[in-house]
């Protein structure tokens, strides 16, 4: 996705100053005698300082003017702007690379004016951006997009390619309905609910360890009118990978393939030229990492250090894709299973996690569909599994499920979560079926 302008906010979202914030806001209030200071800062962190300082005085009893109060806490957070506050690790990288790439920046902060540039100063970013502009000069806080709509008038452009940059959800969700894509700069330090922040965003971060400018492009917000099926193919990097001969027949059914780091490796070797590589580039070789970076037609590159695994990274890739190409996404992961248990399981949480694309794991001795009333409610097995093992684990609370065709049948069953109840059954008929009526199951077929 095109991006031409940014908005940033400032506050938890460049610098690490909502602590700060917090603590002198609430220091204030305390010393004023009102009550709750805590949750009345959570209620109007939102709003410029002299809205927050009135409402304060008019509406929650505190005896000084909303002048005194806010003189108070600027001269406590300027001390703190100027001496001790900081800009986030790896955010002057990302700017920097923004402003490379002749993307126009600029701050929209609910801070006043002043303490923005001195923070700016004091942290050696103000020559990154075109202006700043306080929500004091529009007159409204960050529930409303004024702000965000002023700061775009001023940058011009397409509302669509301005990237709203925001840690606060109310700023996110604000700048989202404005119809801006946003970028929810997640500080695992802050105050603020994970999934709040998670649910509001385009794309989430935890910090700008995970933010690239080849990410935001990579990324695509789904119309809403899909037409047909993506088949994609994700090559994993697992320590014990599928033969080259599975992973070439898996490329040849797939239509868009996309190597997750490692996977590079297994991909080279199976003679397949991947559309896509996506990851951190720490576990492959110089030779294979050259062959990748020179032949993928998109690379999505990220530290080695990050929250997010790379065969997330990979799947939020095919899932851009599709989205880019209006169609649903029908998901194939290889390489993904072997080598550690925990690795294992994380694999199926994550396409549970994605069980609406249809995903499934297919390894040399195992297949393995997530299924799901929103997915894949039922796998038909045919005359090639006939005599082999079938196992079903419930991923989610509440899953049901029927099994036809097997030594040992089942009719609307709800099983345990990752219980083994479903675990080997034998596939007796070619008319063998597996259908999840509830919840997320994997349905494993083994060879």
């Known amino acids: 996705m095109r991006i031409e302008t940014a908005i940033f906010d400032l506050d938890g979202t460049i610098v690490d100053s909502m602590?700060?914030?917090?603590?002198?806001?609430?220091?204030?209030?305390?010393?004023?005698?009102?009550?709750?200071?805590?949750?009345?800062?959570?209620?109007?962190?939102?709003?410029?300082?002299?809205?927050?300082?009135?409402?304060?005085?008019?509406?929650?009893?505190?005896?000084?003017?909303?002048?005194?109060?806010?003189?108070?806490?600027?001269?406590?957070?300027?001390?703190?702007y100027a001496h001790t506050i900081r800009a986030y690790p790896g955010c002057r990288s990302f700017l920097e690379e923004l402003h490379g790439a002749g993307v126009r920046l600029c701050v929209a902060s609910a801070s006043p004016l002043d303490m923005v540039e001195l923070s700016l100063r004091a942290n050696d970013l103000d020559g990154l951006f075109e202006f700043v502009l306080s929500a004091s000069e529009v007159g409204k806080g960050k529930e409303e997009p004024d702000v965000y709509l002023e700061a775009h008038r001023r940058l011009g452009g397409r509302r669509a390619t301005c990237w709203v940059f925001e840690d606060s959800p109310v700023g996110i969700r604000t700048a989202r309905r404005a119809g801006f894509p946003t970028v929810c700069v997640y500080d695992v330090q802050g105050h603020r609910s994970l999934d709040d922040c998670r649910g509001v965003a385009d794309i989430f971060s935890h910090g700008y360890v995970e933010l690239s400018l080849a990410l935001i492009r990579d990324f695509e917000r789904p119309s809403g009118a899909a037409s047909g099926v993506l088949?994609?193919?994700?090559?994993?990097?697992?320590?014990?990978?599928?033969?080259?001969?599975?992973?070439?027949?898996?490329?040849?059914?797939?239509?868009?393939?996309?190597?997750?780091?490692?996977?590079?490796?297994?991909?080279?070797?199976?003679?397949?030229?991947?559309?896509?590589?996506?990851?951190?580039a720490d576990s492959i070789d110089d030779e294979t990492r050259a062959w990748v970076?020179?032949?993928?037609?998109?690379?999505?590159?990220?530290?080695?250090?990050?929250?997010?695994?790379?065969?997330?990274?990979?799947?939020?890739?095919?899932?851009?894709?599709?989205?880019?190409?209006?169609?649903?996404?029908?998901?194939?992961?290889?390489?993904?299973?072997?080598?550690?248990?925990?690795?294992?399981?994380?694999?199926?949480?994550?396409?549970?996690?994605?069980?609406?694309?249809?995903?499934?794991?297919?390894?040399?001795?195992?297949?393995?569909?997530?299924?799901?009333?929103?997915?894949?409610?039922?796998?038909?097995?045919?005359?090639?599994?006939?005599?082999?093992?079938?196992?079903?684990?419930?991923?989610?609370?509440?899953?049901?499920?029927?099994?036809?065709?097997?030594?040992w049948e089942l009719d609307r069953r709800e099983l345990p979560l990752l219980g083994d109840e479903g675990v080997s059954n034998v596939v007796e008929a070619a008319t063998a079926r597996v259908s999840c009526h509830a919840g997320i199951v994997a349905a494993f077929l083994l060879r």
């Open 293 to 407: 970076l020179g032949r993928a037609g998109t690379v999505v590159t990220f530290p080695a250090e990050k929250y997010a695994t790379d065969l997330s990274c990979a799947i939020d890739c095919a899932a851009h894709e599709a989205a880019r190409r209006e169609k649903d996404l029908r998901l194939t992961v290889t390489c993904a299973s072997g080598g550690r248990a925990d690795h294992a399981l994380a694999v199926l949480g994550l396409l549970a996690s994605h069980a609406r694309a249809r995903a499934r794991l297919v390894e040399d001795d195992l297949e393995c569909r997530i299924l799901s009333p929103q997915g894949s409610p039922c796998w038909e097995l045919k005359d090639a599994a006939v005599g082999r093992t079938l196992s079903v684990i419930a991923l989610a609370p509440g899953s049901c499920v029927s099994e036809e065709g097997l030594r």
């Open 19 to 80: 602590g700060a914030w917090r603590a002198e806001t609430i220091s204030v209030l305390a010393d004023q005698g009102v009550e709750n200071p805590d949750e009345i800062f959570d209620i109007l962190e939102p709003e410029p300082l002299e809205n927050l300082c009135r409402i304060v005085h008019d509406s929650y009893g505190a005896p000084a003017a909303p002048e005194v109060l806010e003189e108070t806490l600027k001269a406590r957070m300027t001390e703190a």
């Open 231 to 280: 088949d994609v193919l994700v090559i994993d990097g697992s320590s014990r990978p599928s033969t080259a001969e599975l992973v070439s027949a898996l490329a040849r059914e797939a239509q868009h393939v996309i190597a997750a780091d490692r996977g590079a490796c297994y991909a080279r070797a199976a003679g397949v030229v991947p559309d896509a590589f996506c990851g951190d």
